[in-house]
């Protein structure tokens, strides 16, 4: 799969929760360095969605195919190209910034500086602390920081804003504008759509 | 990326298990307590198995039991927190979405609680085989045949823990469904041992529980990767 021409092809999908209907019928496609946003209630499934686009659900049918291979049957290499950010953080509590850091570089192959990429990302003031320590917005930089490295194509974010205060959220931002700027794509289920809304983005109501 | 992956996970998790404290010392303090308090429940004139053997043998023979059974009993002890902190933290997500292969991260998870659970067990073997006044062959013997065995179990009790990650308060179960898995290992394991107490050849037994061993290992972390899988949907 090459990642320079990747794009995102929702067919006729269909999602259940247990023996619920969340969302049927949504077809959207999503092209280098676009933005699709995903709003609605509370439990109208837009954490289904992402989860499904990712890979990690099976849709009850239709197709979601990524580079033109169905999501659910990527190589492990491809998956690299998904970037997913959940409510939970995906860090441990135990370790330090930077062990968490490093370990994400590790396992996604990402051979830096790892002094340098906390640089870039604006978390090496609170390195050595560990998550323990740090304020829930902090966690969330750092998780939204953990996103950014392998350089996925298509980032998913689930309330990315959440818990931050408006310098982080300035920052996640620029990293949005860059990610796609770079023609990279994302989705992004928010209930701050206005915030994160620009030209172009697809929005999707479910 | 596949060996890599597998030394990450293998270092994230002693790193973990090392500041958790409790993770590493439960098991062994089980294990300390069971087989430390065993013979004192013991009334030594009953020992004697038969008339014609004493009552060194009978403490002898209960003490490979005891051992073997502590060590089955304490590597359960904290399995259900294997995939469990994982799925609880995000991680599992994030683990099962890196480009690298899930079946190396198994491994790598298999291996650090290998590491922290099993091995301490093992290099206490001696002591508590003094406690039962086994022999040095018996004691040798016990440890080797729990160096052989312990990867088995520990694969055996994972499949447990990553089929029931969606099940809370999983102990009891992952119990109920792994212990009767476990009952040959600790038949031939307890058999080597009682055979090495009496200075006869402990291979067979000991060649069984190599196989179940090298069985476990090669296909079951396949079936905890895909339990794993199955878990997060």
């Known amino acids: 799969m090459t990642a320079s021409v990747l794009s995102l092809e929702l067919s006729e999908l269909e999602l259940k929760r247990g023996d619920r209907l969340l969302v049927s019928g949504l077809s959207f496609s999503l092209r280098?360095?676009?933005?699709?946003?995903?709003?609605?209630?509370?439990?109208?499934?837009?954490?289904?969605?992402?989860?499904?686009?990712?890979?990690?659900?099976?849709?009850?049918?239709?197709?979601?195919?990524?580079?033109?291979?169905?999501?659910?049957?990527?190589?492990?290499?491809?998956?690299g190209h998904i970037a997913y950010q959940a409510h939970l953080e995906g860090?441990?509590?135990?370790?330090?910034?930077?062990?968490?850091?490093?370990?994400?570089?590790?396992?996604?192959?990402?051979?830096?500086?790892?002094?340098?990429?906390?640089?870039?990302?604006?978390?090496?003031?609170?390195?050595?602390?560990?998550?323990?320590?740090?304020?829930?917005?902090?966690?969330?930089r750092v998780a939204l920081a953990v996103l950014k490295l392998g350089g996925a194509k298509l980032w998913l974010l689930d309330e990315p804003l959440t818990n931050l205060d408006p310098e982080g959220r300035e920052l996640v931002s620029g990293w949005l504008n860059q990610h796609l700027a770079d023609q990279g794509m994302a989705i992004v289920a928010t209930h701050l759509a206005a915030e994160l809304k620009r030209p172009g983005s697809l929005l999707v109501e479910l | 990326m596949a060996g890599s992956a597998f030394l990450s996970i293998l270092r994230r998790d002693l790193r973990l298990a090392f500041r958790r404290v409790s993770e590493w010392a439960n098991p062994l303090l089980f294990f300390t307590a069971v087989a430390g308090m065993?013979?004192?429940?013991?009334?030594?004139?009953?020992?004697?198995?038969?008339?014609?053997?004493?009552?060194?043998?009978g403490l002898q023979s209960l003490g490979i039991g005891v051992l073997w059974m502590a060590a089955l009993l304490s590597s359960l002890m904290g399995l259900d927190r294997l995939f469990l902190n994982d799925a609880d933290d995000g991680s599992m997500e994030q683990l099962v979405l890196s480009p690298a292969p899930l079946l190396?991260?198994?491994?790598?998870?298999?291996?650090?609680?290998?590491?922290?659970?099993?091995?301490?067990?093992?290099?206490?073997?001696?002591?508590?085989?003094?406690?039962?006044?086994?022999?040095?062959?018996?004691?040798?013997?016990?440890?080797?045949?729990?160096?052989?065995a312990t990867p088995a179990l520990t694969v055996l009790v994972a499949i447990g823990a990553a089929l029931t990650v969606n099940v809370r308060s999983a102990a009891a179960v992952i119990g109920l469904v792994v212990l009767p898995l476990c009952a040959p290992i600790l038949i031939y394991g307890a058999r080597a041992t009682a055979l090495a107490l009496d200075a006869e050849s402990a291979a067979q037994p000991l060649y069984l529980i190599a196989s179940f061993t090298f069985l476990a290992v090669s296909l079951g972390p396949i079936a905890i990767a895909a339990a794993v899988r199955v878990g997060l949907e």
């Open chain 1, 32 to 79: 280098p360095g676009q933005l699709a946003l995903v709003t609605g209630p509370n439990g109208c499934g837009k954490t289904t969605l992402l989860r499904t686009i990712a890979g990690l659900a099976r849709p009850a049918a239709g197709s979601i195919r990524l580079g033109g291979q169905l999501v659910t049957k990527l190589e492990p290499i491809d998956r």
């Open chain 1, 91 to 140: 860090l441990k509590k135990d370790l330090t910034v930077r062990e968490n850091i490093l370990f994400f570089m590790e396992i996604r192959g990402v051979s830096d500086s790892e002094h340098e990429v906390m640089q870039e990302l604006g978390i090496e003031a609170y390195a050595d602390r560990s998550l323990r320590q740090l304020s829930a917005g902090q966690k969330r």
């Open chain 2, 104 to 148: 190396s991260i198994v491994y790598g998870k298999l291996a650090a609680h290998w590491l922290v659970s099993a091995l301490p067990l093992i290099l206490l073997v001696p002591v508590f085989g003094l406690v039962y006044q086994l022999t040095a062959d018996a004691i040798a013997m016990l440890a080797f045949a729990l160096f052989l």
């Open chain 2, 38 to 57: 065993f013979p004192l429940a013991l009334s030594p004139d009953r020992l004697a198995m038969s008339p014609g053997e004493g009552e060194l043998y």
